[in-house]
């Protein structure tokens, strides 16, 4: 396998700037996920990557070596689309072998790369059937084995799973990560799906407008988001912000006050909080918050109340058993430990 470098990478349309400045190293044998919503430019890198697109500026590299100029099929790599790709008049042997048989690969050779690649993803019972007599996630897989069987340097995903239902988003991740502790394989993932990226990733890159937002384990990010943004885009359900102000070591709107986690000067504040951080107490209690109940949503194991206090609207995650009738006054306590602090102008965290 082999490292990947972007070296102030660049992308423009014509004036239009996508991609500014994209600097990365991902490890051999890493598996970096690129997250963010539409439009953030997490594809169009994947795709300067595979050499589907040019890149305006910048040096990228491949085990060492510069590619910016090099075709698709000699950079080593081998990509997983979302739609599968598949090729509906072969059958699944025939595309999965397809890129073999184009390279002049003799039979005996293809037959001896696909019997452990077709095994490891179970496909030995469909090898004579067209993609069309498969399911979802039966196609997604015969796309991972057309790519295992190149034995490429780095593998490329994008948004392999967004086709195909909740149990099988779940199912298929499960082998992709599978897949990526037996072949120690350099991936790069990209998604817009938080869920794949906390559960697949060694390192997220989260993007946003074109440039990294911020960059770590999903712990990391998750524990300490480094903006508004990233704090706003990690974690489910999403964390709760209160727009107060910093005074005399308290953070407030007027209506509810907060003891800030340490000293600052007067100034706005976005205090972020996640829903299973705030809790549910007594009248009288040290810091208890007067609060409104809108709304009951029953999520199983678990319960999420919308709350509503002064002019601040938030969600608390409460044990399932927990019944609070809409309209009904509660009162809650805000972990202090659990508090996030951003400027509220330039959206950066910030820190004791």
């Known amino acids: 396998m082999a490292t990947v470098e972007c070296r102030s990478v660049r992308k423009s349309y014509g004036e239009h700037e996508v991609i500014s400045d994209f600097s990365l190293s991902i490890e051999d044998h890493e ?17 300067m990557v595979a050499g589907l697109e040019d890149i305006t500026g910048g040096d990228l590299m491949i085990g060492g070596r510069r590619v910016n100029d090099l075709d698709p099929g000699d950079r080593g790599i081998a990509m997983v689309f979302q739609n599968y790709a598949l090729y509906p008049h072969m059958s699944v042997r025939e ?31 469909y090898l004579n059937r067209k993609p069309t007599e498969l399911s979802g996630g039966q196609q997604q897989r015969v796309a991972i084995a057309r790519a295992m069987i190149k034995t490429p340097e780095v593998f490329l995903f994008d948004e392999p799973l967004s086709n195909l239902d909740a149990k099988l988003r779940g ?3 499960v082998e992709i990560a599978r897949l990526h502790k037996e072949l120690r394989s350099t991936s790069i993932y990209v998604t817009h799906d938080q869920l794949e990226a906390m559960t697949l990733a060694d390192r997220i890159v989260l993007m946003n407008a074109g440039r990294i937002e911020q960059m770590g384990t999903p712990e990391e990010i998750y524990s300490r988001p480094a903006t508004l943004f990233a704090a706003g885009f990690i974690g489910t359900p999403g964390m709760n912000f209160f727009n107060l102000v910093a005074s005399g070591g308290k953070l407030t709107d007027g209506e509810i006050s907060i003891d800030a986690p340490f000293p600052l000067s007067e100034r706005p504040v976005t205090v972020g909080i996640r829903p299973g951080a705030i809790s549910l107490v007594r009248d009288g209690m040290p810091g208890a918050i007067p609060a409104i109940a809108d ?21 608390v995650a409460v044990p399932a058993s927990v019944r609070v009738a809409e309209g009904e006054q509660v009162f809650v306590s805000l972990a202090p430990d659990q508090l996030h602090l951003f400027d509220t102008e330039s959206g950066a965290r910030i820190d004791a």
């Open 31 to 47: 598996f970096v996920v690129f997250l963010g919503p539409s439009g953030c430019g997490k594809s169009t890198i994947l795709r």
């Open 95 to 125: 595309n999965i072998t397809f890129a073999l048989e184009r390279a002049g690969e003799t039979k005996d050779m293809i037959a001896r790369r696909l019997a452990p690649v077709v095994e490891t993803l179970g496909l030995q019972v």
């Open 171 to 173: 199912h298929l991740r």
């Open 295 to 315: 709304r009951d949503e029953f999520h199983g194991e678990t319960r999420l109340l919308s709350l509503t206090a002064g002019r601040q609207s938030f969600m």
